[in-house]
């Protein structure tokens, strides 16, 4: 009797943790079914898509180049007009520019030395002037953008440029520029990394 009675509720528990697992089941059926439909959905559409996609990119891609072309060429003239005015002077002296004793490229030794220390570190330094993906597409040869890892006297292709103002003696350099800085950088940011790399330049006397 009792072997009986146990046996018909190991039946009746079975038949309820059936009932529930047939629940559970078609809950979770009803919970995917409209994935299954999106997921359909989605491959009959993913060329589409696809396509769409790399149109999206392309225009983003080109109205962010337009826009940083802009925005490049006022804050270039900006940053060229601060690296003019404060990193190179003590006293109120170009300390930069060299004399008629001291020339070794128009430059003094101070100033060698803080452009060496920001060639040494221009590729670093690419990561605070030109940060985004896209600036690399402006970053191109024969474009005056410094595509190349030097440096030239008045040498417009090359990253760091230095310049020769008119009038000025014996072709000494005034100052210098950097081509490599984009308007999608952060000038403070660029130009802390600059100042930076030519201080290391100064303090590790680097030629």
């Known amino acids: ?35 299954n439909l999106a997921l359909v959905t989605l491959k009959k559409r993913r060329a589409d898509a696809v396509a769409m996609h790399t149109n999206a990119m392309k225009v983003a891609q080109m109205n962010l180049m337009a826009t ?9 003239k900006s940053v060229k007009q601060l690296c003019r005015l404060f990193p190179m002077r003590r006293n109120d002296q170009n300390v930069f520019m060299g004399s008629s004793k001291d020339n070794f490229h128009g430059m003094s030794k101070t100033g060698e030395q803080f452009l060496a220390g920001v060639y040494h570190h221009l590729p670093s330094i690419l990561a605070f002037t030109a940060p985004h993906p896209n600036s690399y597409d402006r970053i191109q040869p024969d474009t005056w953008s410094g595509a190349y890892l ?33 308007g999608c950088a952060n000038p403070h ?18 030629t």
């Open 1 to 35: 009797m009792e072997l009986r009675n146990r046996l018909t509720e190991l039946k009746r528990k079975t038949a309820v943790d059936k009932t529930e697992v047939e629940q559970a089941s078609s809950d979770l059926k009803a919970k995917t079914v409209p994935l």
């Open 68 to 76: 940083t072309s802009d925005c490049m060429k006022m804050q270039s």
């Open 150 to 182: 030097c440096w030239g006297k008045e040498n417009k292709e090359a990253p760091l440029r230095t310049a020769c103002p008119p009038g000025v003696p014996l072709d000494l350099v005034s100052n210098f520029e950097i081509k490599s800085f984009d």
């Open 189 to 206: 940011l660029g130009l802390a990394a600059i100042v930076a790399a030519g201080i290391d330049g100064l303090r590790r006397h680097l």
